[in-house]
T-cell receptor, first 114, second 112 residues
């Protein structure tokens, strides 16, 4: 069964450093998303991406964040200068032929900012 | 914007009992309501969803009901099993490829 994959599973970084989180969405899916989940809290939307551009972003997704689909398979989230409060689980999701609302999530990347 | 409330925050049941988790939403434009199961250390897994043109949907032991007038929807799990133990999230979305707004989650514990 096709699934969303994410790398790395755990990323530790120093405050102020740049990190790139990588995702491979389900093949043939057209809509891509990033969400985050701070430990013990609910999942929060960050950004949606379609047709090579951002379609919606939340207030969390400020100028420190960017997304990119550098090739036909990867979808990345970059945080330019990490802050302590960026520590969270980051989930990539994709949706496609089944209807744009059915989003399938990857296993997540745990980001720890020291 | 949309706000989704979810209750209860924790739910303990005995194996074989039924479990019900309830959510309310605020935006009457929302028309898609998925439920996700999240096991420890894993990503949310879509288990069932319902669209606003349907009042009820069932898949084996899992069912979801939607009351558009009252703006609430519920997840029903019958004949619970220990492997149903997880955190369950409801979510709401409106048309197109819009974001999912999640509820705060319900930790379900099924005791053998």
């Amino acid at each position: 069964e096709p699934e969303v994959t994410q790398t790395p599973s755990h990323q530790v970084t120093q405050m102020g450093q740049e990190v790139i989180l990588r995702c491979v969405p389900i093949s043939n899916h057209l809509y891509f998303y990033w969400y985050r989940q701070i430990l013990g809290q609910k999942v929060e939307f960050l950004v949606s991406f379609y047709n090579n551009e951002i379609s919606e972003k939340s207030e969390i997704f400020d100028d420190q964040f960017s997304v990119e689909r550098p090739d036909g398979s990867n979808f990345t989230l970059k945080i330019r200068s990490t802050k302590l409060e960026d520590s969270a689980m980051y989930f990539c999701a994709s949706s496609g032929l089944g209807g744009p609302n059915e989003q399938f999530f990857g296993p997540g990347t745990r980001l720890t900012v020291l | 914007g949309e706000n989704v409330e979810q209750h209860p925050s924790t739910l303990s049941v005995q194996e074989g009992d039924s479990a019900v988790i309830k959510c309310t939403y605020s935006d009457s434009a929302s028309n898609y309501f998925p439920w996700y199961k999240q096991e420890l250390g894993k990503g949310p897994q879509l288990i069932i969803d319902i669209r606003s043109n349907v009042g009820e949907k069932k898949d084996q032991r899992i069912a979801v009901t939607l009351n558009k007038t009252a703006k609430h929807f519920s997840l029903h799990i019958t004949e619970t099993q220990p492997e149903d133990s997880a955190v369950y999230f409801c979510a709401a979305s409106n048309t197109g490829f819009q974001k999912l707004v999640f509820g705060t989650g319900t930790r379900l514990l099924v005791s053998p």
